[in-house]
């Protein structure tokens, strides 16, 4: 497995530490809470959901049974839900991941994202054990997976926004473009960020010529 190391970063209130990244796909993960037959037919879903999410629909559902509640099976099947429009399915797999594998990163990131959806931010820190870093989370870990990384940061990201602390928002933001500047996600919050900030220099600036 090949992994780029990140050093230590010091921005205006928060300070992350050195992380190694790999960039290398997920199989080496996935081959440790996967049997070799499980992951070959795991892999084969992922595939045909990609192409042809109704046909893989039931088959993973299948899975999900047997596997015993993998968070991997769960976010695969509610990425097949999504792209059926079966939201409700959708949002409700993401609950039951975090119940079967709170420890899990991805159900707990998608369980926080679904939480500040819905006007329930008091919980992220709970769900995060109060820690602003993965390091700290996972004190066992060495190694992340960037986009476990890119996650974390632009979730946490916008939780800070959601709460009014713009600075460790602006923080997160910088750091998730340092993983990947083209992300999606990364470009929204920055949208949010700045767009929020922009309008809040034009009222200020507005107010100071009225009075």
């Not at 199989?27 to 045909?48: C, I």
């Not at 429009?85 to 975090?98: P, V």
């Not at 420890?103 to 820690?131: H, V």
């Amino acid at each position: 497995m090949s992994t780029t190391q990140i050093p230590q970063h010091k921005f205006e209130s928060l300070t992350f530490p050195p992380y190694d990244i790999t960039y290398d796909r997920l199989t080496n993960q996935l081959s440790k809470v996967f049997s070799p037959s499980d992951l070959r037919e795991y892999l084969n879903l992922y595939e045909l959901a990609q192409k042809k999410p109704k046909e893989a629909k039931k088959p993973v559902e299948e899975l999900l049974d047997k596997s015993n509640h993998l968070s991997e099976v769960y976010n695969l099947l509610g990425y097949i839900y999504v792209q059926l429009k079966k939201i409700r399915k959708a949002e409700s797999l993401i609950q039951k991941n975090y119940e079967h594998n709170p420890e899990n990163l991805f159900a707990k990131i998608n369980y926080a994202d679904q939480c500040l959806r819905r006007g329930k931010t008091s919980k992220i820190p709970e769900i995060f054990k109060q820690q602003n870093h993965l390091s700290s989370l996972y004190p066992d870990r060495k190694t992340f997976h960037y986009s476990e990384v890119l996650g974390f940061s632009t979730l946490m990201g916008f939780y800070y926004l959601k709460t009014g602390d713009r600075e460790k928002a602006k923080d997160y933001c910088i750091y998730a473009k340092m993983i990947d500047p083209e992300d999606i996600t990364v470009q929204y919050l920055t949208k949010k960020l700045y767009q929020k900030s922009f309008l809040a220099h034009f009222l200020q600036q507005f107010y100071k010529k009225k009075s």
